[in-house]
């Protein structure tokens, strides 16, 4: 017999909870749900909170990673969780009265706390109350046995004492090493709105985060490069219709950073995508991500009207996306401060400085590649000794010596190959002295009586505005450049002491020198 059915029971049960470790978080917005919540506590009972600590109370969130006990304990000083949101608080998918701040979908502080770990607590005293209650979650039992209730451990305490005690334990993936220094740095990008104004004193295992504010161009136009310098950002106002927009400002950074440059999208004042390194970079506005704009051009940019996703790592653009990349594309691109345009042709040697380590590291690396391989280095040219007795060209008037720079303008190393049954040292200097010297020089020729090996000593002007081109080369780029510098280089005296005088000869042994040595993989490669 067909029963009927009138109504249905729509109200999730506790299985609800094992289905929130599979969520697609990240550690960094996981662990931003927890500084959410004390943060808007913060924000909601401010004055209380002020008229117990004092005008300069200041909101401080630790969070701790204890590797040996494979737990996480988050620590706060806001008002705690006061005995009328307790049932809220903890039951899945609670909406607060008031979703117009960081807490909006009811969901947060489960949702992380059971991402995190099967084991968790909140140990909590709200300001004015006189009690410190305990709960405490196991998330496998209570769904196992269907538990709907949960026992609250109560102690009396100060009515004055306010704060929140989450520990998660038994973590499902213990971060380490390298992930913690990326939820600091994610954390401190989120967040940086709060720690900027004062009003956030956020520590992760003790050290307290702070956001690095980039350096902006401050330089002429690249259409008038003799003009007056101006600082190279643009504040955004954007309507987007219908209660949306967008404000904030874009900038070009001082110095181009492959990994940081990019756009940053706030919400009530929380960062919700472009942290870090992750960092929004629509293809309408930087390009690819081989062109100048891409490494240079970052901002923030403040979004209202706009919904974002429960997990709080993506905005619900409904349709407006293209008009707001129009609209701020047009905005870069206007005359009176054409932003787009001035990333994509502005060159500077501050960016070839700022590279420096790099470089220095590439001269090394291929350095020390060189000599493991020098006894295993294959000679396939003609003998040298042929020809032995010509004598050098003469040095034309182009190749006078440079002067000698101070030793901390220079980095140098020495390559040591076999070319042409000799062997050769190439002694290179990367210079940063600014005097507007020639890219490549070559500051001592052997002599064909020298004993082997037989040196040439090069330098490579690092400020030359070829380089400039190249500020964002990876250690990798730089080695191939200088491996270049040095094929010219001993080509050339290679070629002069043949009595050579075809032009093809240094193209010729340049060639043959990349052929042969420097398009061989090295050891520290």
């Given at each position: 017999?067909?029963?009927?059915?009138?109504?249905?029971?729509?109200?999730?049960?506790?299985?609800?909870?094992?289905?929130?470790?599979?969520?697609?978080?990240?550690?960094?917005?996981?662990?931003?749900?927890?500084?959410?919540?004390?943060?808007?506590?913060?924000?909601?009972?401010?004055?209380?909170?002020?008229?117990?600590?004092?005008?300069?109370?200041?909101?401080?969130?630790?969070?701790?990673?204890?590797?040996?006990?494979?737990?996480?304990?988050?620590?706060?000083?806001?008002?705690?969780?006061?005995?009328?949101?307790?049932?809220?608080?903890?039951?899945?998918?609670?909406?607060?009265?008031?979703?117009?701040?960081?807490?909006?979908?009811?969901?947060?502080?489960?949702?992380?706390?059971?991402?995190?770990?099967?084991?968790?607590?909140?140990?909590?005293?709200?300001?004015?109350?006189?009690?410190?209650?305990?709960?405490?979650?196991?998330?496998?039992?209570?769904?196992?046995?269907?538990?709907?209730?949960?026992?609250?451990?109560s102690i009396d305490v100060a009515e004055d004492k306010h704060y929140t005690e989450i520990?998660?334990?038994?973590?499902?993936?213990?971060?380490?090493?390298?992930?913690?220094?990326?939820?600091?740095?994610?954390?401190?990008?989120?967040?940086?709105?709060?720690?900027?104004?004062?009003?956030?004193?956020?520590?992760?295992?003790?050290?307290?985060?702070?956001?690095?504010?980039?350096?902006?161009?401050?330089?002429?136009?690249?259409?008038?490069?003799?003009?007056?310098?101006?600082?190279?950002?643009?504040?955004?106002?954007?309507?987007?219709?219908?209660?949306?927009?967008?404000?904030?400002?874009?900038?070009?950074?001082?110095?181009?950073?492959?990994?940081?440059?990019?756009?940053?999208?706030?919400?009530?004042?929380?960062?919700?995508?472009?942290?870090?390194?992750?960092?929004?970079?629509?293809?309408?506005?930087?390009?690819?991500?081989?062109?100048?704009?891409?490494?240079?051009?970052?901002?923030?940019?403040?979004?209202?009207?706009?919904?974002?996703?429960?997990?709080?790592?993506?905005?619900?653009?409904?349709?407006?996306?293209?008009?707001?990349?129009?609209?701020?594309?047009?905005?870069?691109?206007?005359?009176?401060?054409?932003?787009?345009?001035?990333?994509?042709?502005?060159?500077?040697?501050?960016?070839?400085?700022?590279?420096?380590?790099?470089?220095?590291?590439?001269?090394?690396?291929?350095?020390?590649?060189?000599?493991?391989?020098?006894?295993?280095?294959?000679?396939?040219?003609?003998?040298?000794?042929?020809?032995?007795?010509?004598?050098?060209?003469?040095?034309?008037?182009?190749?006078?010596?440079?002067?000698?720079?101070?030793?901390?303008?220079?980095?140098?190393?020495?390559?040591?190959?076999?070319?042409?049954?000799?062997?050769?040292?190439?002694?290179?200097?990367?210079?940063?002295?600014?005097?507007?010297?020639?890219?490549?020089?070559?500051?001592?020729?052997?002599?064909?009586?020298?004993?082997?090996?037989?040196?040439?000593?090069?330098?490579?002007?690092?400020?030359?505005?070829?380089?400039?081109?190249?500020?964002?080369?990876?250690?990798?780029?730089?080695?191939?450049?200088?491996?270049?510098?040095?094929?010219?280089?001993?080509?050339?005296?290679?070629?002069?002491?043949?009595?050579?005088?075809?032009?093809s000869a240094v193209r010729r042994f340049t060639n043959e020198i990349l052929r042969a040595?420097?398009?061989?993989?090295?050891?520290?490669?």
């Amino acid at each position: 017999m067909m029963t009927q059915v009138s109504s249905v029971n729509i109200r999730p049960g506790v299985n609800v909870l094992s289905v929130l470790p599979h969520l697609n978080y990240k550690a960094w917005y996981a662990l931003a749900e927890f500084v959410d919540n004390a943060i808007q506590s913060s924000i909601d009972r401010k004055k209380e909170l002020r008229a117990v600590e004092g005008k300069d109370y200041r909101l401080r969130i630790d969070i701790d990673f204890d590797s040996a006990e494979s737990k996480i304990t988050i620590k706060d000083n806001a008002a705690g969780i006061a005995s009328a949101d307790y049932q809220r608080a903890f039951r899945p998918a609670e909406i607060p009265p008031d979703a117009s701040g960081l807490s909006e979908f009811g969901m947060g502080m489960k949702s992380a706390a059971c991402w995190f770990a099967p084991n968790w607590s909140v140990r909590s005293s709200a300001l004015g109350e006189r009690s410190e209650r305990t709960v405490f979650f196991n998330i496998d039992k209570i769904v196992m046995d269907s538990i709907e209730e949960l026992n609250v451990v109560s102690i009396d305490v100060a009515e004055d004492k306010h704060y929140t005690e989450i520990r998660l334990e038994k973590i499902r993936k213990f971060p380490h090493g390298k992930t913690i220094a990326k939820i600091k740095e994610h954390l401190a990008s989120i967040y940086r709105g709060y720690i900027r104004d004062g009003s956030l004193e956020l520590y992760v295992d003790g050290v307290k985060l702070d956001y690095e504010e980039p350096a902006i161009l401050v330089a002429a136009n690249y259409r008038d490069p003799d003009g007056p310098a101006v600082q190279w950002k643009k504040e955004i106002d954007i309507d987007l219709g219908e209660g949306k927009s967008a404000s904030g400002f874009v900038a070009i950074r001082e110095v181009a950073n492959t990994r940081l440059a990019g756009l940053a999208l706030f919400r009530r004042k929380r960062l919700i995508m472009g942290s870090a390194d992750e960092t929004y970079r629509p293809e309408d506005i930087f390009g690819r991500s081989n062109t100048y704009p891409y490494q240079r051009i970052f901002g923030e940019i403040h979004l209202k009207g706009f919904h974002v996703s429960h997990t709080k790592d993506g905005v619900k653009w409904e349709e407006s996306e293209d008009e707001f990349l129009r609209k701020l594309r047009k905005v870069l691109s206007d005359e009176t401060l054409p932003l787009i345009q001035q990333a994509r042709e502005y060159r500077t040697r501050s960016g070839a400085k700022a590279a420096r380590k790099d470089a220095a590291q590439a001269l090394r690396s291929t350095a020390d590649g060189f000599r493991q391989n020098t006894e295993a280095a294959n000679d396939i040219g003609f003998e040298l000794s042929a020809v032995a007795d010509t004598q050098p060209t003469s040095v034309s008037d182009q190749d006078i010596e440079p002067q000698d720079i101070n030793e901390e303008d220079r980095e140098e190393a020495e390559l040591r190959l076999q070319f042409r049954s000799e062997p050769w040292i190439v002694k290179i200097e990367l210079s940063y002295a600014d005097d507007h010297a020639e890219w490549l020089t070559i500051r001592n020729r052997p002599s064909i009586t020298d004993p082997e090996p037989r040196e040439i000593l090069i330098r490579v002007a690092m400020l030359h505005p070829f380089m400039a081109q190249f500020q964002t080369l990876d250690s990798e780029g730089f080695s191939a450049v200088l491996k270049v510098a040095a094929a010219m280089a001993l080509a050339e005296v290679a070629a002069a002491e043949l009595g050579d005088h075809h032009p093809s000869a240094v193209r010729r042994f340049t060639n043959e020198i990349l052929r042969a040595h420097f398009s061989k993989r090295v050891i520290d490669d």
